[in-house]
């Protein structure tokens, strides 16, 4: 596996928004829930503290949001939703990226509400010509075991909204 990335790297790498080409979490994979996409801006840099913004398209085309924070605690971060949401909790991570900060891959832990799960998603507005194949050809800098690449599902149209 990719050795943990530092929390000064991630306050660089991550702000911005991404779209999920590929992943085995469920929550994408049922189609109800199109077109995810994640959105992160940092609040305060040690700890480090993001503003974290899930939105995705019903069925019916209308943008649903689920907002949080995520706090950096030692080495993966604790999300905690905001609002109705205020209860709800998880551990994620990520676990590689791309030199360029194009890519990265997030595993999300095990919570009361959720299985485990890996995303792989793409700066918004990125082109990324072959994403699988680069992804395939990466795997260790990804940090994916041929079992975690294996168990991944490429979204169609991930880049449009």
Do not use: C
């Not at 609040?43 to 995705?56: A, F, G, N, Q, R």
């Not at 485990?116 to 700066?123: C, E, P, Q, S, W």
């Not at 194949?133 to 991930?158: K, M, Y």
């Amino acid at each position: 596996m990719h050795a943990t990335i530092d929390e000064t790297t991630l306050a660089g790498v991550l702000p911005g928004s991404w779209v999920v080409a590929a992943t085995n979490f469920p929550m994408w994979l049922t189609g109800e829930r199109l077109q995810p996409r994640f959105s992160y801006d940092v609040i305060s840099e040690h700890p480090l503290v993001l503003s974290d913004d899930v939105s995705y398209l019903t069925v019916d085309g209308e943008e649903k949001h689920i907002v949080g924070r995520d706090t950096w605690d030692r080495d993966e971060f604790r999300w905690r939703g905001k609002g109705l949401l205020g209860l709800a909790g998880s551990r994620w991570s990520v676990s590689g990226a791309s030199a360029d900060g194009t890519i990265a891959v997030l595993r999300f832990s095990k919570s009361l509400a959720t299985p485990a799960g890996l995303d792989v998603v793409v700066r918004e507005g990125a082109q990324v010509p072959e994403l699988r194949a680069t992804v395939a050809r990466a795997t260790e800098q990804f940090g994916l075991s041929p079992e975690d690449f294996g168990s991944l599902s490429w979204l169609v149209g991930a880049h449009t909204r």
